[in-house]
């Protein structure tokens, strides 16, 4: 395959679990997030980010290829429908050190939300689709949860299913530049 056609996915290879969903949201992996928000703003003409850093601290259930995560990451999300998510990397392994590595900076997973993500992870695995990482917990009330699945193959990028907490707690101060 080459040309535009090149690394675009099949058509109807969506998981059965997450077909026909809208995508709401677009996630893009960053070297810095401050730039990155900057950049983002110029660009959808928005600076209404809401900033949150995730890890072992503030995600209580996070996996990895299975095993307990000891990941890190700050991320930024701006608007809905779709929302648009800035992702830094900030500890590894994870699937965002793996894919900086052999990608590069840039696009990186459509969210879907859903119900339930422990759900979602249960159907997408019947449908034979693997886990490759996830997190639970990070809500005001320890609800909120979010889970990726491997769909390179098949999408073109990985999908991730998005339980949105009932409250989140207070988004951090947008960071400054790295100086």
């Known amino acids: ?27 893009i992996l960053v070297p810095d997030l401050a730039a990155g928000i900057a950049t983002w703003s110029a660009l959808l003409g928005a600076d209404d980010w809401l900033v949150y850093t995730y890890g072992p601290e503030t995600v209580p259930r996070l996996t990895y290829r299975g095993e307990p ?10 608007g809905d429908a779709p929302q648009v998510e800035l992702i830094e990397s900030l500890a590894g392994p994870s699937i965002y050190t793996e894919w900086i590595a052999e990608h590069g900076y840039g696009l990186h997973h ?48 990985l999908v991730e299913a998005i339980e949105v907490p009932e409250r989140r707690r207070p988004s951090e101060a947008p960071p400054r530049g790295r100086g």
């Open 69 to 78: 995560g000891t990941f890190r990451m700050r991320v930024a999300l701006t």
């Open 110 to 157: 459509l969210g879907f939300r859903v119900p339930s993500a422990e759900t979602a992870v249960r159907e997408m695995r019947a449908s034979g689709v693997g886990l490759l990482q996830s997190g639970g917990g990070y809500g005001q009330d320890g609800d909120g949860g979010f889970a990726y699945f491997d769909t390179q193959d098949s999408v073109g990028l």
């Open 1 to 27: 395959m080459s040309g535009l056609s090149a690394g675009l996915p099949r058509p109807g290879t969506l998981p059965a679990p997450l077909a026909g969903l809208p995508v709401a949201q677009i996630g």
